[in-house]
């Protein structure tokens, strides 16, 4: 099975922030890879896909970048509403997938 | 409205079963994979189980393999998960998800749409 594993696990950072969240496969996974967001009580947020395509609708200032075995997720400058839990997913394979354990975006 | 609504979680002792329901609307319900994702209280997204637009391709997650089955009915509109011999580990929100593949080539898929989830509690 493909492991993914995000750092940091939680961050602290200020309105107006640029922050980057990095998330590795344990192999090549190409550009099979998503970015969700989650607040608390909410269902999860599909922000990028494909490593790098940004869902309609989700603010410029979230980017993703990588390929193969390491990806980030970037946030240009950090909007209040943009506290939450960022999540990447590979899928890598049709009918199977795996998260990153989170990474917690906290006020600092 | 476009949505996934599921049903049928609630408090079941180990070992026994339960199965989970997820009523889709909206949109047309045999074009897209299905899957179940689940999170446990304070924790992160766990995948549990996949399957196809016509039940022709089915994946699980190591952890429930042998003990969960994923199934749908594209006239009701509806994806299973019948959960047996179920364990204190599997305490957690279910949530239904729809996969698209994205446009226009098709070769990437990701979850577009979740459904609010459905909370099981396994405890004696």
């Known amino acids: 099975d493909i492991q993914m594993t995000q750092s940091p696990s939680s961050l602290s950072a200020s309105v107006g922030d640029r922050v980057t969240i990095t998330c590795r496969a344990s192999?090549?996974?190409?550009?099979?890879l998503n970015w969700y967001q989650q607040k608390p009580g909410k269902a999860p947020k599909l922000l990028i896909y494909?490593?790098?395509s940004l869902q309609s609708g989700v603010p410029s200032r979230f980017s993703g970048s990588g390929s193969g075995t390491d990806f980030t997720l970037t946030i240009s400058s950090l909007q209040p509403e943009d506290f939450a839990t960022y999540y990447c997913?590979?899928?890598?394979?049709?009918?199977?997938?795996?998260f990153g354990q989170g990474t917690k975006l906290e006020i600092k | 409205e476009v949505q996934l609504v599921e049903s049928g979680g609630g408090l079941v002792q180990p070992g026994r079963s339960l199965r989970l329901s997820c009523a889709a609307s909206?949109?047309?319900?045999?074009?897209?994979?299905m899957h179940w994702v689940r999170q446990a209280p304070g924790k992160g997204l766990e995948w549990v189980s996949g399957?196809?637009?016509?039940?022709?391709?089915?994946g699980y997650a190591d952890s429930v393999k042998g003990r969960f089955t994923i199934s749908r009915d594209n006239a009701k509109n509806s994806l299973y998960l019948q959960m047996n011999s179920l364990r204190a580990e599997d305490t957690a929100l279910y949530y239904c998800?729809?996969?698209?593949?994205?446009?226009?080539?098709?070769?990437?898929?990701?979850?577009?749409?979740w459904g609010r989830g459905t909370l099981v509690t396994v405890s004696s």
């Open positions: 998800a729809k996969s698209r593949r994205s446009p226009p080539t098709e070769i990437y898929w990701y979850f577009d749409l």
């Open positions: 909206g949109f047309t319900f045999d074009d897209y994979a």
């Open positions: 399957i196809s637009w016509n039940s022709g391709s089915i």
């Open positions: 192999q090549s996974i190409s550009s099979y």
């Open positions: 494909a490593a790098s």
């Open positions: 997913q590979q899928s890598y394979s049709t009918l199977s997938s795996t």
